[in-house]
């Protein structure tokens, strides 16, 4: 069954200024809840954030969000939590390109800041749990447990990001979206029902704290670049140049300006970025087919699981599922074995398992195995 409360609780309401969110606390105060709306500034100078309503940390989103918490008739606050963010999202997200790797700033955020930091603040002044208007469903088992699940509409399920809670965190978690089957434009039609002006506010998309989106430039602001480095193919051949490998993410097509194609005629993708001598390889598409991977750090919503076990996984925010089996090596590390080869498997992309609809768990993806190719002869 689905979390429900025979009493009122005292709700925490995250509001990020969207519709999303607004919608979220209006359906905790209708449900009998005593709601709180609060607004995290994530940055020491918001105007160096997204404007225009593209992301979720700007001056004008923490005036949409008081706008939507007075047509709510709930109190507000703004909260300051720039500094955890800066350390726990922005510095995390920096050091993991430089090291290589691809990062999930939305999913660390959700981790570090939205069920840590905010999460811990709002028990510690007796509130009993944080509303999102994050699309996904918390249920409550039948000895007192709780589980996170996928939203009932599929189309927009977000339990990938929030793969990362825990059993004591869902325990406190309230998703007010997640278990109605309605379009992103029946939420629209009810935020405009309820007079919330936030009904035809755009959804943001890209990285909040990137103010124009050049997440290359924002890194090389960052890492003291551009640094130029070998762009090679897989037998070490240079191919050409690029100002830094922190730029390319593993399955990357485009921007390589390479200038000539490969002798088959094929497109080239990112096959591998090493920051160690700052070299990208590239190669042809199959080169791409993953077959296994070990990931690190797991985070399990609920009781870890014991011995190999057959799931399906995500493996990014917007991507499909696919059949896996996984076994937990020493309490630390995930060996999951594909059913199929996939594609664009980046690590510090987070894995995330699931049983049915139930979210199993995640961790972050460490290395890969890459399937073996039949060698042709020229």
């Given amino acids: 069954m689905t979390q429900t409360s025979q009493r009122p609780l ?12 607004a919608v979220a606390a209006a359906r905790a105060v209708e449900a009998g809840h005593d709601v ?5 500034a994530l940055s020491a100078n918001p105007q160096s954030f997204r404007t225009g309503a593209r992301g979720c940390c700007t001056i004008e989103d923490s005036r949409d969000a008081r706008r939507a918490a007075d047509v709510i008739g709930i109190p ?8 955890r963010f800066r350390e726990d999202v922005v510095e995390d997200f920096v050091a993991e390109y430089e090291a290589g790797r691809t990062p999930n ?30 699309y996904a469903t918390v249920v409550l088992t039948e000895d007192g447990g709780r589980e996170l699940h996928r939203a009932s509409d599929m189309a927009k399920d977000q339990s990938y990001v929030l793969g990362v809670l825990d059993e004591k965190q869902l325990a406190h978690a309230m998703f007010p979206l997640g278990d109605t089957l309605t379009t992103k434009d029946e939420i629209r039609a009810e935020a ?34 551009p640094a130029e ?8 051949t240079k191919l050409g140049t690029h100002e830094g490998a922190f730029g390319f993410t593993i399955g990357q097509r485009k921007g390589l300006k390479i200038g000539h194609p490969a002798p088959d005629g094929k497109p080239r993708y990112v096959l591998d970025i090493s920051p160690v001598n700052n070299t990208v390889t590239v190669g042809p598409v199959e080169a791409l087919d993953v077959t296994a991977l070990t990931a690190i750090k797991p985070r399990w919503c609920g009781t870890p699981p014991s011995g190999p076990g057959t799931y399906t996984a995500q493996l990014r925010a917007h991507g499909g599922e696919t059949e896996v089996t996984a076994e937990l090596m020493d309490g630390s590390q995930l060996h999951v074995a594909f059913a199929e080869p996939v594609r664009g498997v980046a690590p510090g992309q987070a894995v995330v398992l699931y049983d049915g609809t139930r979210v199993v768990g995640s961790a972050t993806i460490a290395t890969t195995v890459r399937r073996e190719r039949m060698a042709t002869g020229g």
């Avoid at 955020?109 to 749990?129: P, Q, R, V």
């Fill in 10 to 21: 005292r709700v925490l309401a995250a509001m990020s200024g969207g519709v999303d969110s």
């Fill in 76 to 83: 507000f606050y703004v909260w300051d939590l720039a500094e």
């Fill in 229 to 236: 480095g070998d762009i090679v193919d897989e037998s070490g």
């Fill in 192 to 225: 405009e029902r309820r007079g919330l002006a936030v009904a035809k506010k755009p959804d943001s998309h890209d990285i909040c704290f990137i103010a124009d989106g050049d997440t290359q430039g924002f890194l090389a602001n960052r890492l003291g670049g």
């Fill in 36 to 40: 709180t709306g609060v607004h995290l």
């Fill in 105 to 134: 700033p939305c999913l660390r955020c959700n981790e570090k800041i939205k069920f840590a930091a905010l999460l811990d603040k709002a028990l510690a002044l007796g509130f009993d749990a944080v509303c999102t208007g994050h």
